[in-house]
């Protein structure tokens, strides 16, 4: 990200500079910011749960303008006339627990070297409608699942500490004009400058989101999906918790595994498929069942599968965007890349005179599948 020199971000950042970083031990003050540049109709309930939760030294920033700008551009804004030691993040469309800010506040003051948190939507979606009650309780679940360090971030209910964010130039407006993976990849950034995150599922707020199919299938493609894909070719890196953690991968596989054979007519494909992926999600079925019953439980396994294609369909969704990104990127990329993978991929001579096109698109071709493998086969701890 490289905001421009006379933004307000970059201005607050310069300022924040002089200032003396505050006490870690001490208990932060806080600010939340919540953007709402389109006008969204759960704002007064949202400001009115997050009023009941402040302490008598936080305080409240909404962003209402400029219209329907994005919420990246919409939190740096709040960020930069922010006072708080903390920056707390919370989606217009979330109901904080009264206890939540508590939390984050008891977080940061346990945790001198904690730079960010986050937390999770509850168990109680308000929305009726089974893809709402489906898509908000997966996230419930993934979160409750996987607590302790994290290497991403979430701005639904999320706090960084202030002048850690503004070190970093926040959230990137250039590159994420629209809701997408933002909050992703400043948690990534926060992780490379060494900092410590952590997921506290404890942490909660109520989701109000209603969803419909054909919205989740455009989140879980284009919104998120695709610059996911897009971000782990180009850090060579995959996650292995949350949604790419073993479990989640081993699942996709199965569902996998029962597509093809539905698609072939294929019995023997179809039954062990579905016997292992009842057993590798079990756990979120289980909470399907004990908040939609049975029927509605059922009905959600579909969504589920239809959630995972859309990740699959993302992967060669990202690679093409990664391949038809401009040649000398890829070649700075390669140049930066540490995995040993995409080392052995020499790349071509920048010299026009020994490098014909189709040499070079070969190139490209060979490292994004280098990158593959080698995030396939990392150790990364991310999480996404």
Not at 166 to 190: K, W
Request: hydrophobic content about 40%; some cysteine; glycine content about 6%.
């Amino acid at each position: 990200m490289s905001p421009t020199t006379n933004s307000p971000l970059v201005q607050e950042r310069q300022l924040d500079r002089l200032q003396p970083e505050p006490h870690p031990t001490l208990a932060p003050t806080l600010s939340v910011i919540v953007p709402a540049t389109d006008a969204p109709q759960t704002l007064s309930r949202c400001e009115q749960a997050i009023r009941s939760a402040l302490g008598p030294d936080d305080e409240l920033i909404v962003v209402t303008e400029p219209p329907r700008s994005s919420p990246a551009a919409a939190r740096n804004e709040g960020a930069a006339s922010a006072r708080g030691e903390v920056l707390v993040f919370v989606d217009s469309d979330v109901l904080v627990h009264p206890d939540a800010l508590a939390r984050l506040r008891a977080a940061f003051t346990a945790g001198s070297d904690l730079v960010a948190v986050f937390g999770s939507y509850d168990d109680a979606p308000t929305c009726p409608g089974l893809v709402s009650q489906f898509r908000n309780l997966l996230h419930h679940h993934l979160h409750q699942r996987h607590p302790g360090a994290a290497s991403t971030f979430w701005s639904g209910l999320g706090a960084v500490r202030r002048h850690e964010f503004l070190r970093l130039g926040g959230f990137d407006t250039a590159r994420y004009a629209v809701p997408a993976v933002e909050d992703i990849e400043l948690g990534m950034r926060l992780r490379m400058a060494g900092g410590r995150i952590e997921l506290r599922p404890d942490i909660q707020g109520t989701h109000l989101k209603s969803w419909t199919l054909s919205s989740m299938m455009h989140t879980d493609f284009r919104r998120r999906g695709v610059p996911w894909a897009l971000m782990c070719l180009e850090r060579r890196s995959l996650p292995q918790t949350l949604n790419l953690s073993w479990r989640e991968r081993m699942s996709t596989l199965a569902t996998l595994l029962i597509l093809g054979g539905l698609a072939r007519r294929r019995r023997e494909l179809i039954a062990p498929g579905a016997l292992a992926l009842v057993w590798l999600d079990a756990p979120f079925y289980a909470l399907l069942h004990r908040r939609l019953g049975f029927r509605r439980a059922l009905l959600s396994v579909g969504l589920h599968a239809l959630h995972r294609a859309m990740g699959m369909a993302a992967v060669p969704g990202g690679l093409a965007q990664f391949l038809r990104r401009p040649q000398s990127q890829s070649v700075r990329r390669w140049k930066r890349s540490r995995s040993p993978a995409a080392r052995s991929v020499s790349p071509p001579s920048a010299d026009g005179d020994c490098a014909e096109a189709s040499t070079r698109r070969w190139w490209e071709v060979r490292t994004a599948i280098a990158a593959m493998i080698s995030a396939i086969a990392s150790d990364s701890p991310m999480q996404v």
